[in-house]
């Protein structure tokens, strides 16, 4: 009697390990196939409606819309700025910046807050224009810049900068920006004037 209980109970154990395994190869199988779909898939993210309609990020590359906004918002960021901001200023536009170009970007934001430190010089930009190029992650800008010395504004121009941008993951990131000068040749890039 005891051999036939052992024999059952050992059978019982037996069937009861080759149903775990069967559920354990199973459940492998279908990690692996969860895994190799959502590596072929584009990732994208939808944001909150800010403009006149949903924003959605994808990791296929970036959309025209989301890159005119950043743009747009990144203008006003980097071009906007009083002695009262300078240091606000400075540490916003090294946040969207590339961690690969922060040090070049720093150092020319460093030049113009020491210049503006201590001064009654402000200015602003009035946007009049954008040509976005997704392909070349390029956004280029043209408006009005206007130089504000107390009260007074002593100077308005036509200026057209251009910011460059690199795409990683989810992530966009400033890497350069400066003002278009006559030529291709001639571009500053780095800061604003």
Same mark, same amino acid.
């Given at each position: 009697?005891?051999?036939? +209980?052992?024999? #059952?109970?050992?059978?019982?154990?037996?069937?009861?390990?080759?149903?775990?395994?069967?559920?354990?190869?199973?459940?492998?199988?279908?990690?692996?196939?969860?895994?190799?779909?959502?590596?072929?898939?584009?990732?994208?993210? &939808?944001?909150?409606? &800010?403009?006149?309609?949903?924003? #959605?990020?994808?990791?296929?590359?970036?959309?025209?819309? +989301?890159?005119?906004?950043?743009?747009? !918002?990144? /203008?006003?960021? #980097?071009?906007?700025?009083?002695?009262?901001?300078? !240091?606000?200023?400075?540490?916003? /536009?090294?946040?969207?910046?590339?961690?690969?170009?922060?040090? *070049?970007?720093?150092?020319?934001?460093?030049? @113009? =807050?020491?210049?503006?430190?201590?001064?009654? @010089?402000?200015?602003?930009?009035?946007?009049?224009?954008?040509?976005?190029?997704?392909? $070349?992650?390029?956004?280029?800008?043209?408006?009005?810049?206007?130089? @504000? &010395?107390?009260?007074? =504004?002593?100077?308005?121009? $036509?200026? #057209?900068?251009? +910011? !460059?941008?690199? +795409?990683?993951?989810?992530?966009?990131?400033?890497?350069?920006?400066?003002? &278009?000068?006559?030529?291709?040749? *001639? !571009?500053?890039?780095?800061?604003?004037?």
């Amino acid at each position: 009697m005891d051999l036939s +209980y052992s024999h #059952t109970n050992s059978q019982r154990i037996l069937r009861q390990r080759n149903i775990l395994a069967v559920a354990a190869a199973a459940l492998a199988a279908l990690t692996l196939l969860l895994f190799t779909v959502s590596l072929s898939r584009d990732r994208e993210v &939808v944001l909150q409606p &800010v403009l006149r309609s949903p924003l #959605t990020i994808s990791s296929a590359g970036v959309s025209r819309e +989301y890159l005119e906004m950043i743009t747009r !918002d990144t /203008v006003v960021l #980097t071009l906007d700025r009083s002695p009262q901001n300078l !240091d606000y200023w400075m540490n916003a /536009v090294l946040d969207i910046a590339s961690p690969r170009t922060q040090g *070049k970007i720093k150092a020319d934001l460093l030049k @113009i =807050v020491a210049e503006q430190r201590g001064s009654s @010089i402000a200015q602003f930009f009035t946007i009049q224009k954008m040509e976005i190029d997704t392909k $070349n992650l390029r956004s280029e800008v043209t408006g009005e810049l206007h130089t @504000i &010395v107390g009260n007074k =504004v002593i100077s308005s121009e $036509n200026r #057209t900068f251009r +910011y !460059d941008w690199e +795409y990683s993951g989810l992530s966009l990131k400033l890497v350069g920006f400066g003002m &278009v000068t006559a030529g291709p040749a *001639k !571009d500053q890039q780095g800061s604003p004037s």
